[in-house]
């Protein structure tokens, strides 16, 4: 059974940084991706970045490219993603998810796996 569990949402003003983690259990994650995807209140879940577990692989969103960074950590089996330039329309839920394919997909459906979410809120 996978387990994900986000951490590190908060409050941060216009600009500022936060760096949001993933911890990942239950299998051995060299054949999925695993990605963020957020979802702001009244809106459909957007997909943020993804990176496939083994290479390292990434794909972003346009309106991040060049603020978020996403990593992970293969030994603690953690995935990060480190937000800069925080903007108030970066303000969601964002959620950590994974699925089976070392294809990285922007459409939710196809992950099978998500953690409960942490909200982050940026004030202007």
């Known amino acids: 059974q996978v387990q994900l569990v986000e951490s590190g949402g908060g409050l941060v003003q216009a600009g500022g940084s936060l760096r949001l983690s993933c911890a990942a259990s239950?299998?051995?994650?060299?054949?999925?991706?695993m990605a963020w995807f957020r979802q702001a209140p009244g809106e459909e879940r957007e997909f943020v970045v993804a990176?496939?577990?083994?290479?390292?692989?990434?794909r972003y969103a346009d309106s991040v490219k060049g603020r978020f960074t996403i990593s992970r950590d293969n030994v603690k089996n953690t995935m990060y993603l480190q937000m800069n330039s925080l903007k108030p329309e970066d303000t969601a839920v964002y959620y950590c998810?994974?699925?089976?394919?070392?294809?990285?997909?922007?459409?939710?459906?196809?992950?099978?796996?998500w953690g409960q979410g942490t909200q982050v809120t940026v004030s202007s």
């Open positions: 998810a994974a699925r089976q394919s070392v294809t990285i997909t922007v459409t939710p459906q196809l992950y099978s796996y």
């Open positions: 990176i496939t577990w083994a290479a390292g692989r990434t």
């Open positions: 239950g299998r051995t994650f060299d054949s999925y991706t």
